[in-house]
Nanobody
Framework: QVQLVESGGGLVQAGGSLRLSCAASNTFSLYHMAWFRQAPGKEREFVGAIRWSLGTIYYGDYVKGRFTISKDTENIMSLQMNSLKPEDTAVYYC??????????????????WGQGTQVTVSS
């Protein structure tokens, strides 16, 4: 079992920045870690992911050039968000998967989820 805890959410003005962190209880069994987000009334959406042991990073199309995912330590992943827009407002979730070779955008392949952290971007 893996526990994931997100931190760093908050309220920011459009154009501002936030840095989210995800702390995992352990990553021994994880092949992938990812960020997803969910806005009110919308489906959960892929933000980005790391193939944990290889370090390969993937991003959703709408965040390329604005968001950066990093593996800070063996148990901590971060999401640096710059040039934030009101449409980035959502609850951001960290997820982990012990399954090799998944489609990193598929939420059903991630059995471990954090509780989420709210990001609100005001216009």
């Amino acid at each position: 079992q893996v526990q994931l805890v997100e931190s760093g959410g908050g309220l920011v003005q459009a154009g501002g920045s936030l840095r989210l962190s995800c702390a995992a209880s352990n990553t021994f069994s994880l092949y992938h870690m990812a960020w997803f987000r969910q806005a009110p009334g919308k489906e959960r959406e892929f933000v980005g992911a790391i193939r944990w042991s290889l370090g390969t990073i993937y991003y959703g199309d709408y965040v390329k050039g604005r968001f950066t995912i990093s593996k800070d330590t063996e148990n901590i992943m971060s999401l640096q968000m710059n040039s934030l827009k009101p449409e980035d407002t959502a609850v951001y979730y960290c997820a982990g998967s012990p399954i090799w070779g998944i489609s990193v955008t598929d939420t059903t392949k991630y059995p471990y989820w954090g509780q989420g952290t709210q990001v609100t971007v005001s216009s």
